[in-house]
């Protein structure tokens, strides 16, 4: 792997963690994700099961975690099951962990051949009383696709009909909404790669580069610091586009006097940031241009200090939202005639501000954690405002990683440039 792993303690303190909320006499169980396949023979890139990883480490296909906190036979609380290797699959697909190099990375003393696991699970839950089985509980998942987990809770319920079942998404989503040490200094360097690909292009863009040839720049810069790439798809909007919130064509040449939003974020060790700048091509800003910049920049800075501990989240965003009211009526994009007339569940500001401000990040983009209870410290979430304006051609949004603490943030792309003078600057350096 490119990365360097994360050390096997905290992958013992988050099964301790999870087990802790487990019900008495239960086992729960965790699917890596299937290889998705393209067209003909093809595959896509393996990406694990977050679930999975963050309670183990593991980063390979075909593996199963089992625990069973209250399991008679000690060796039996914890197993984690791998694809047993062979020189074939080493010929063709290279190294697969042995189970010394997988009890090293997870801290799993008991660590087993998969041909091993309907034996040992008809042995486990014999002797439990509650099964946890996994599912993707998003909020916004569009699951199509049959996965390994729904797969395995099919024939689970089918093999162990009187058992008592329950979900393990609830406990996953509370304890990856807070983030332990070692994940938020993965997140930063997440961060610090991010960077170092936004200022590679701050020297780059000039008027008519393409947004593949800046898509490019990125990529460049973020495989040549040990990421896989792209946290995500990456939006590079010059120009209107930047009004199409998820635009990834980028297939235009950004032009003289045009703005460039990006919206792009490094990937490393299975974690991701986040990032949106806005530029302008030619490197100096409109007054106009400038004057939107400096109200978003302004709503950013007042967004950021107001995610505190104890703040619920819907409750912030409408918050954030009187703060974007206020900016765009001095832009004079709306006045007080449209707000008196407004519908109260479609606010005046949605006509160009239409997304929300703020959500988890870590694993997944948009990770797992609470949008209803009070945020508490080690969350992760971006600061994400924008104004978009088709007509005029324009769309800004400025984003940030920031870690809540007891008293205000810590901002994880405190080192990113964003004040438009320096953005300027160093366009022009």
């Known amino acids: 792997m490119k990365y360097t792993p994360l050390p096997k303690e905290l992958y013992s303190r988050n099964r ?45 296909e075909e593996t199963i975690l089992l625990i069973a906190p209250d399991c008679p036979n000690p060796a039996m609380r914890e197993v984690l099951f791998l694809r ?30 998969l041909a091993n696991f309907d034996q040992v699970l008809n042995t486990v839950v014999s002797l439990s009383e509650r099964i946890y089985l996994n599912t993707n509980e998003h909020l916004r998942a569009g699951v199509v696709v049959e996965t390994r987990d729904a797969r395995f809770i099919k024939s689970c319920k089918e093999m162990f009909p009187l058992h008592l079942f329950d979900r393990a998404a609830p406990i996953m989503h509370e304890l990856r909404g807070r983030k332990e040490k070692e994940e938020i200094d993965q997140l930063q360097i997440a961060c610090d790669i991010t960077e170092k690909g936004f200022r590679r292009i701050l020297s ?22 040990r990421s896989k790439g792209f946290a995500y798809e990456p939006i590079i909007a010059s120009g209107a586009s930047a009004c199409v919130l998820h635009y990834i064509e980028n297939s235009k040449a950004c032009l003289d006097g045009e703005m460039l939003l990006m919206d792009v974020g490094a990937e490393f060790g299975n974690y991701n940031a986040d990032m949106t700048r806005t530029i302008p091509v030619n490197g100096r800003f409109t ?69 929300g401000t703020s959500h ?28 978009y304006i088709p007509a005029e051609g324009i769309g ?18 405190r080192n990113i440039p964003i004040e438009a003078e320096e953005i300027e600057e160093l366009m022009n350096s």
């Open 16 to 60: 301790a963690k999870f087990a802790a909320k487990m019900a008495k006499n239960s086992v729960a169980i965790f699917n890596s994700n299937d290889i998705m396949p393209t067209n003909a023979d093809g595959t896509m890139k393996f990406r694990q099961n977050n679930d999975l990883f963050y309670l183990c480490g593991i980063d390979q």
């Open 84 to 113: 047993e290797t062979n020189e074939l699959i080493a010929v063709w697909e290279g190294h697969k962990y042995t189970k010394e190099e997988a009890e090293a990375a997870s801290g799993i003393k008991n660590i087993q051949w």
């Open 204 to 225: 780059f863009v000039k008027p008519g580069v393409t947004e593949f040839e800046i898509e490019a720049e990125y990529l460049h810069e973020f495989v040549r610091n």
């Open 287 to 355: 007054a106009r241009q400038r004057a939107v910049y400096d109200a978003v920049i302004r709503v950013h800075k007042e967004a950021s200090n107001i995610l505190r501990p104890g703040t619920n989240i819907q409750d912030y965003h409408k918050e954030v939202g009187l703060i974007m009211q206020s900016e765009l009526i001095g832009l004079g994009l709306i006045d007080q005639t449209d707000i008196q007339n407004q519908d109260p569940a479609l606010p005046a500001y949605k006509k160009y501000f239409m997304h």
């Open 360 to 387: 988890h990040l870590g694993l997944d983009v948009h990770d797992v954690g609470t949008m209803h209870n009070p945020i508490t410290p080690g969350m992760v979430f971006t600061v994400e405002p924008g104004i």
């Open 396 to 413: 800004i949004r400025l984003e940030n990683n920031i870690v809540i603490q007891e008293n205000g943030y810590f901002d994880l792309m």
